[in-house]
């Protein structure tokens, strides 16, 4: 048998690698400086969020699905206040689920002083955090000031920021105090903020239970029990995407999220966009080459060649969002193609750019040629 050869053609070469840098560039003067948005849903202007949201809004179930798998978390409850504004009541819901052992209370509820309170059910409320064990107190920033509940002034109660972050960010740094977020806290979890390393949100199932439903300790021992008010709208995120099957989340629902995922460690993880132009040019580079080797194939029809060109260009665009959706639904992992899928696109357009590149040099070098040799002719004419 003879062994089949692969041929580098160094003219090919440079040329695909010439295509690839004007699909690249173009991809980047249209994409990215004009902002012209052609993938629709899949693409971010400014970073992965887009994708990614596009990615949850196809994983998470939908309005009317009622048949579902999702994570199952086991290891946290969700307590709800159902409205109640009763301080002595909710001291009384405290001190119940403070009777389960549960692993830890957060109390996602900010209790302000006010005049019109009870004091007596202000002095109850704070009998029962402070005699809880394991209980965390929320506080929120608002125009650089702390927003807390009047408790936690007067007694030793652990306290942590509710606002909603998407990524990991144990701790706040605000006016030189260090201010631990909710979750980190009531986890011991610390470390360096990370932008890569975002939450999950993909659908779970919390164990749910209220303020007038009664409790029992094998459902909270053990658990670590949010405390909040589901039903308080003034605590409802719009989110880009369903989560349990509605764009309006609470808060705490939020917050379990977050819970969850550190408890877990299941983030989903942005890797750097280094690897995202990384596989643009690979790509780009690759499929400029293929390209060029079916144009000038010598057993195609240009026709058969432009088929196999356009559907070679399509299906591997196809693929390509196959794959950015199975690494994320798989491996929680977010590769940012949208580039590379833009440049693909661009490449049958750069490789026309380098062949009429060529052919006005080739032009170019034919009539200084031609102007030679006329030259020529007429010195030896004058001169015989």
């Known amino acids: 048998m ?9 003219s090919r070469l440079l040329r695909s690698l010439a295509g690839t840098c004007i699909s690249l560039a173009l991809c980047f003067l249209l994409y990215t400086v004009l902002d012209v948005n052609v993938l629709d849903h899949l693409a971010p202007q400014d970073d992965e969020a887009d994708v990614i949201n596009y990615f949850y809004s196809i994983e998470n179930r939908g309005p009317d699905t009622e048949a579902y798998s999702c994570f ?23 001190e119940r689920i403070d009777a389960c052992a549960p692993a830890a209370i957060l109390l996602d509820v900010i209790f302000p002083a006010a005049a019109t309170t009870d004091t007596a059910e202000d002095r109850r409320l704070r009998n029962a955090v402070t005699e809880a064990r394991n209980l965390y107190a929320a506080c ?13 002034t007067d007694g030793n109660i652990s306290e942590g920021l509710v606002n909603r972050l998407t990524y ?38 919390f164990f749910t239970t209220g303020i007038s439903q009664p409790l029992f300790p094998d459902d909270i021992r053990g658990r670590f029990v949010l405390v909040g008010d589901l039903k308080d709208l003034r605590d409802t995120h719009d989110m ?23 408890l877990h460690d299941t983030w989903v993880v942005k890797l750097a966009p280094v690897w995202g132009a990384a596989a643009a040019f690979v790509l780009t580079f690759l499929f400029t080459y293929f390209c060029y080797a079916v144009r000038e194939s010598r057993r195609l029809h240009p026709r058969w060649a432009n088929f196999i060109e356009s559907a070679a260009r399509i299906l591997l665009i196809v693929l390509l969002m196959l794959v950015g959706y199975c690494l994320f639904s798989k491996y ?12 693909l696109a661009l490449t049958g357009f750069a490789a026309d750019i ?8 080739g032009k170019h070098r034919t009539r ?9 002719a007429t010195d030896e004419t004058d001169n015989p």
């Open 354 to 361: 380098v062949e009429l590149a060529g052919w006005v040099r």
């Open 168 to 205: 990991f960010r144990p701790a706040e740094t605000e006016q030189g105090d260090t201010i631990p977020y909710l979750p980190y806290l009531a986890t011991g979890t610390t470390g360096t903020p990370d932008p890569y390393r975002t939450v999950n949100y993909f659908d779970k199932e």
């Open 2 to 10: 003879v062994p089949v050869r692969f041929h580098i053609h160094t």
């Open 240 to 262: 880009p995407f369903r989560i349990g099957g509605t764009h309006r989340v609470p808060g705490t629902v939020l917050l379990a999220h977050t819970l969850s995922t550190i």
């Open 140 to 152: 929120r920033l608002t125009d650089g000031e702390t927003e807390r509940s009047f408790f936690v």
């Open 72 to 94: 199952y978390d086991d290891r946290i409850v969700l307590f709800d206040l159902e409205g109640e504004k009763s301080r002595a009541a909710i001291a009384e819901a405290i």
């Open 368 to 376: 200084k040629r031609s102007g030679r040799t006329k030259k020529n």
């Open 332 to 343: 929680g992992v977010v590769l940012n193609l949208v580039y590379t899928m833009f440049a």
